[in-house]
């Protein structure tokens, strides 16, 4: 009797065990399965970061290139048998032509004592003479200018003013002019139809000989 109770105590103790250990196995399955879901939504949670890509690019010095050289602006002064005498503004290079395009010659301007093809510069003084002023022969007048052009070319450092052309204030910029005698050289060639050579001007009183030595080389007709 004793032997049956005692086996019938130890199925009841394994039993018991068996029972534990099914927890027990259930229990780790569901850790596991926990921790697996864990790991995976932790994984698609996951922002992936990419390595970022430099949009900064080289700075490169842009250079343009100068196509044409920058004309000098200068000024001229316009007189005489046009419309619209002045200052105007031109552009080295530019011909007497192109600028009387602006300032409108009159019908009784005589264009054939002015060269329309001399190259302006700045400063000058374009004076467009009217019909009968100018006397003496336009052949003469031509020569005349060419020869004054090229010796100012060749002119040592300072500019010739044009005594045909000039105002009173540029002819008093002249060694040895004042005011005086600028005014007796716009007289002078009012009434004569202008100077047809640089010694003409020792008509001028005041002017001798030691005098137009030592301006003849600043000035021209």
């Known amino acids: 009797m004793n032997n049956f109770l005692n086996k019938s105590a130890m199925l009841d103790k394994f039993n018991a065990h068996k029972q534990l250990v ?127 052009v090229q010796s100012n070319v060749q002119n040592n450092g300072h500019e010739k003013v044009n005594i045909n052309q000039a105002e009173q204030s540029q002819l008093e910029g002249i060694p040895g002019i004042g005011p005086k005698k600028a005014q007796d050289i716009i007289k002078y060639r009012t009434d004569n139809g202008g100077f047809k050579s640089i010694e003409e001007i020792k008509e001028i009183r005041g002017v001798g000989d030691k005098t137009y030595e030592s301006l003849k080389d600043y000035i021209e007709v």
């Not at 032509?97 to 300032?103: E, G, I, N, P």
């Open 22 to 148: 099914g927890i027990a196995v259930v229990t780790v399955i569901t850790v596991v399965i926990l921790l697996i879901r864990s790991i995976t939504m932790t994984h698609s949670n996951e922002t992936i970061t990419e390595p970022k890509v430099s949009e900064e690019l080289p700075v490169q010095n842009e250079v343009t290139p100068q196509i044409e050289e920058r004309q000098k602006q200068i000024k001229v002064d316009v007189k005489g048998a046009v419309k619209y005498s002045g200052v105007y503004d031109a552009k080295q290079g530019e011909r007497i032509q192109d600028v009387l395009k602006h300032a409108e010659v009159l019908p009784n301007a005589d264009l054939d004592a002015v060269n329309l093809s001399q190259e302006i510069r700045d400063a000058l003084v374009i004076y467009i003479p009217f019909k009968g002023e100018v006397k003496t022969d336009k052949f003469t007048l031509y020569q005349s200018s060419a020869s004054s």
